[in-house]
C-alpha cells in the first residue's frame, strides 16, 4: 500500500490518560500535516513538518499536544492528559514539495479519538 | 484568516441529476485549491487540484472550475450516482512556502435510487 497509513484507526480512553497516534506518510514525500476534525466541521490545521523540522504549530496546538518526525518519516502526536473536548478525528497528510508546482495533498483514514 | 465556505450544507438528489457544489473563499491569494472526497467515519480522498493560475480541471464526471478574482470554485459531478453520496469538501493553500490548507464544512450530498 502506498498511501498514508494512521494506526491506531479507533481510540477510546479515559479522561486523564495519555495517547499517541502514529502516521506513515507517502514515502517519497517531504511534509507532513496534521490536521483535527470534529463532527460537521472541515479539518483544522495543527501542525507540519518539512523532513524532520516542525515548521509550524497552529494556536490549537496546546501544551499538552506534541509531535514529532524523527528522521523524517514517520509521525507521532502524542496527547497529555486527554480532556473530552480533545474527542475528534485526526487526520495526517503528506506532499511533495516540488518548488513552483503545485503539491497535492494525500490524506489518511484518520485516528477516531473518543474520550470518556 | 482565509474563510472557506461551502454552500449549501447539504444536497439531496435523484440519480442521473448533475451536481453542483459551491465554495467562496474571502482571501483570492490562493495558491491551490483542492476539492475531496469524505465518506462518513473515512479520511480525505483527493479529487481534483487546480493551481491558482488554472481556470478548470476535469477528471472523468468531474470537472472543477476556479475563478480566483472572485474568490470562488465550482464542482460539477455529471450524471450522479447513489455511490457518489459523501461529503465533498474544498481546501485552498496560501503559497508554496506555507501549503497548510484552509477547509470548508463541506457539502453532504446524497444521491437518491
Known amino acids: 500500500d502506498t498511501g498514508v497509513s494512521q494506526d491506531p484507526r479507533h481510540k477510546i480512553t479515559k479522561r486523564g490518560q495519555n495517547v499517541t497516534f502514529r502516521c506513515d506518510p507517502i514515502?517519497?514525500?517531504?511534509?507532513l500535516y496534521w490536521y483535527r476534525q470534529t463532527l460537521g466541521q472541515g479539518p483544522e490545521f495543527l501542525t507540519y513538518?518539512?523532513?524532520?523540522?516542525?515548521?509550524?504549530k497552529s494556536r490549537l496546538l496546546s501544551d499538552r499536544f506534541s509531535a514529532e518526525r524523527p528522521k523524517g518519516s514517520f509521525s507521532t502526536l502524542e496527547i497529555q492528559r486527554t480532556e473530552q473536548g480533545d474527542s475528534a478525528m485526526y487526520l495526517c497528510?503528506?506532499?511533495?514539495?516540488?518548488?513552483?508546482?503545485?503539491?497535492?495533498?494525500?490524506f489518511g483514514q484518520g485516528t477516531r479519538l473518543t474520550v470518556v | 484568516k482565509q474563510e472557506v465556505t461551502q454552500i449549501p450544507a447539504a444536497l439531496s438528489v435523484p440519480e442521473g441529476e448533475n451536481l453542483v457544489l459551491n465554495c467562496s473563499f474571502t482571501?483570492?491569494?490562493?495558491?491551490?485549491l483542492q476539492w475531496f472526497r469524505q465518506d462518513p467515519g473515512k479520511g480525505l480522498t483527493s479529487l481534483l487540484l487546480?493551481?491558482?493560475?488554472?481556470r478548470e480541471q476535469t477528471s472523468g464526471r468531474l470537472n472543477a472550475s476556479l475563478d480566483k478574482s472572485s474568490g470562488r470554485s465550482t464542482l460539477y459531478i455529471a450524471a450522479s450516482q447513489p455511490g457518489d453520496s459523501a461529503t465533498y469538501l474544498c481546501?485552498?493553500?496560501?503559497?508554496?512556502?506555507?501549503?497548510?490548507?484552509?477547509f470548508g464544512a463541506g457539502t453532504t450530498v446524497t444521491v437518491r435510487a
Open positions: 487546480i493551481q491558482s493560475s488554472q
Open positions: 481546501a485552498v493553500s496560501r503559497s508554496s512556502n506555507d501549503y497548510k490548507l484552509s
Open positions: 482571501d483570492s491569494a490562493i495558491y491551490n
Open positions: 497528510a503528506s506532499s511533495l514539495e516540488r518548488g513552483q508546482w503545485g503539491t497535492e495533498a494525500f
Open positions: 514515502s517519497e514525500h517531504n511534509r
Open positions: 513538518f518539512q523532513n524532520e523540522a516542525q515548521l509550524e
